[in-house]
């Protein structure tokens, strides 16, 4: 594996969503991955595991998938009664299955700890704790492509992001999270049922999104 990460432009807050969906939808939907634009659109404005949440247009996503295209990042399959897309992320970055879940999750949901991390990669890829986690983070880091951040005012366990964004991207994100964090938490049973709600949720998106596709 390469030790350097490809020469590309930072991606924008738009093309980081879209990779990070592409991503999601090829463990999570494989029978109807690659995905059509309409399928990625509905994924990229998910108002469920998603941060921050957005309301893109298709010609935002059609003009961004171009760009990851140009840069090696996702690929257009013909063919079919519509065209689909997919990744390449793993290819052109050299990533291995667990890393490739990472990269996912931090490019959807921000700076997450190792047990935000383990938690919401089950759907993604099976990691045996949060070590293994880690240990995978620490490659990513090694390579450019995520880091450790300082840890915040208030916070207990340090986070990691992916570097694939734009520097003020993450400046935005980090705001955002410290906004959220001053805020009353959730007791652990009602974060428990938000928890299952969102997944819940989530699945009857998805569901959706194969309806449509399979329409298409």
């Known amino acids: 594996m390469s030790s350097e990460t490809p020469d590309f432009e930072p991606l924008n807050a738009v093309e980081v969503r879209i990779l990070g969906c592409l991503i999601e939808k090829q463990a999570t939907t494989p029978e109807t991955y690659p995905l059509t634009l309409?399928?990625?659109?509905?994924?990229c404005n998910q108002?469920?595991?998603r941060e921050p949440l957005m309301s893109l247009t298709e010609g935002q996503v059609g003009q961004s998938l171009r760009s990851l295209e140009g840069r090696g990042l996702s690929r257009l399959v013909m063919g079919g009664r519509a065209d689909r897309w997919e990744q390449r992320a793993d290819k052109t970055l050299e990533l291995v299955k667990p890393q490739v879940a990472l990269i996912g999750l931090l490019l959807l949901r921000g700076p997450q700890t190792l047990s935000e991390l383990l938690t919401r990669s089950n759907r993604l890829h099976t990691f045996e704790d949060v070590d293994e986690v880690q240990h995978q983070l620490e490659r990513l880091a090694g390579r450019g492509l995520a880091c450790q951040l300082p840890r915040q005012p208030g916070q207990r366990e340090e986070r990691y992001m992916h570097l694939l964004g734009e520097p003020g991207d993450l400046d935005t994100l980090l705001a955002a999270r410290s906004q959220a964090e001053s805020t009353p938490r959730a007791a652990p049973a009602d974060e428990g049922r938000i928890a299952e709600l969102e997944a819940?949720?989530?699945?009857?998106?998805?569901?959706l999104a194969n309806l449509e596709s399979q329409l298409l």
Do not use: G, Q
């Open 200 to 207: 819940r949720i989530a699945a009857l998106e998805e569901r």
């Open 47 to 49: 108002k469920t595991s």
């Open 38 to 43: 309409n399928s990625l659109l509905l994924a």
